[in-house]
């Protein structure tokens, strides 16, 4: 990116992308268009066919809507098992666990914007209900502090894109870890083959 704009946003799918997006230009004009260059950088999304599955959702936006982009493309799973075994096991509560990938992504955000020039950063993963908007918050505020770039607390989820903005585009069943997948799918009833019974837990043979 060249003449940086003002604000580095991490991306952390295109849908959230979107919704940040339509919540910053309320019903005026696009907001993000001058003052956003945005930072695709997820070591966090596994299996590597899923992650392929968002960079490419993000890349088919933003050639609808362009902006400013680098993308890391590289798979995370081995950055991503460091971080979470730092002590030796994984940390005990999602919450922990949650708080670890943040600063994971957040610092690598705020890292390259210092490199790149912008004067602040933050996060699409603030336009998610699904997200810890607190932690997130906290989080952000921990790695400004650190890097000396401003952290933007905005509230990105007050609109969400209109239908045909993401029509085509994939959007993701769970977070993205792996632990995040389990938790999606294990009290499911979703089986693989249609038409078929659900999986019966072990040891129930009718
Ligand atoms: S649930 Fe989501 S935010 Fe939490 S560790 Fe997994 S990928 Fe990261």
Redesign the pocket.
């Known amino acids: 990116m060249t003449n940086s704009p003002p604000l580095l946003l991490h991306v952390c799918c295109a849908p959230c992308l979107a919704t940040a997006r339509a919540s910053a230009a309320g019903h005026g004009p696009d907001a993000f268009a001058a003052n956003v260059g945005i930072f695709f950088y997820n070591p966090?999304?596994h299996p590597l066919m899923e992650f392929r599955r968002r960079e490419k959702a993000l890349r088919v936006y933003l050639e609808r809507y362009p902006l400013p982009a680098e993308i890391v493309s590289e798979y995370g799973l081995q950055t991503f098992l460091e971080r979470m075994l730092s002590q030796g096991k994984p940390p005990a509560s999602?919450r922990d666990?949650?708080a670890?990938?943040?600063r994971l992504r957040l610092g690598k955000t705020a890292e390259t914007a210092r490199f790149r020039g912008f004067a602040a950063f933050s996060t699409t993963l603030l336009a998610s209900r699904e997200?810890d908007r607190d932690l997130l918050a906290e989080i952000g505020r921990e790695t400004a502090a650190k890097s000396g770039l401003a952290f933007i607390d905005a509230d990105w989820r007050k609109i969400l894109p209109d239908a045909a903005t993401l029509r085509g585009i994939y959007k993701q069943p769970y977070?993205?870890?792996l632990?995040?997948e389990e938790e999606r799918y294990r009290d499911s009833g979703k089986h693989l083959y249609k038409g078929s019974k659900p999986l019966q837990p072990p040891g129930n043979t009718r």
């Open positions: 966090n999304i999602r666990r949650c670890e990938c943040y997200q977070c993205g870890c632990f995040s």
